[in-house]
């Protein structure tokens, strides 16, 4: 397994994705603390895991939760040796003039400042056990801008992952902390399940990907897995495109 005796925390456990995370880093040996606003969702998705897991709430946008939550982790189980940064918001594809200023910030705080608080802290933590690895869930719309899909704020969010993801790496090397990010294209989770269920619109969507195809949660879980793994213990600053080889073509 190549996670055993791990302790990870994975932010926005109950999403489509979060939850395979979950179910997936606990069948490699981890125990996974799922963190998430809502209790009964996060418990809903623990109940498929077989393995080692357990449900906290946390909202990451109080800083207060998170400190308490960390520290709960650590007096619980003496250390953090993973954390994912899972948890995120998008918004409608919208044009940005006709965003509301509340919409703006909340995106900003879940994705920006959500990840620092949670990420500051687990550092801590990470550095009195001189080892960590850090995970960034991030988008190809950080990179690149969509036609006709009005993502600005949602890509300014990530594209700043993507550089704190490249500064924590740096910053935190030699005391042995990883950090990288994984930036997805569509994946069938979330937001665009709903859409996928309509076979001509998922065909649609399966002919602009040059591997004729949509990502599934596993995808991403699978390749968390091995930046969170021993196995992945050279690699730091990264960012990979979990995106079907979309990022690399034209279209």
Known sequence: MKLKNKIAIITGASSDIGADMSKRFAEEGATVVMLGRNLKSLEKARASINGNAVSM?????????????????????????????????????????????????????????????????????????????????????????????????YSATKAAVSMFTKSIAVEYARKNI?????????????????????????????????????GDPEDVSKAAIFLASDDARWITGTILNIDGGKSASEG
């Open 57 to 153: 709430a946390c909202d990451i946008m109080n800083n207060s939760q998170v400190l308490s939550t960390i520290d709960q982790v650590v007096g619980q189980y003496g250390k953090i040796d993973i954390l994912v940064n899972n948890a995120a918001k998008i918004n409608d594809a919208i044009h940005f003039h006709q965003m509301k200023d509340s919409d703006i910030s909340d995106l900003i705080n879940t994705n920006i400042l959500g990840t620092l608080n949670i990420t500051k802290a687990a550092i801590s933590k990470m550095l009195d056990n001189k080892s960590g690895s850090i995970i960034n869930i991030g988008s190809i719309s950080s990179e690149r801008a969509i036609p006709r899909v009005h993502l600005a704020v």
């Open 178 to 214: 990883r950090c990288n990010c994984l930036n997805l294209g569509i994946i069938n989770a979330g937001m665009i399940k709903p859409y996928l269920e309509d076979p001509q619109a998922r065909k649609v969507l399966e002919e602009r990907q040059p591997l004729n195809k949509i």
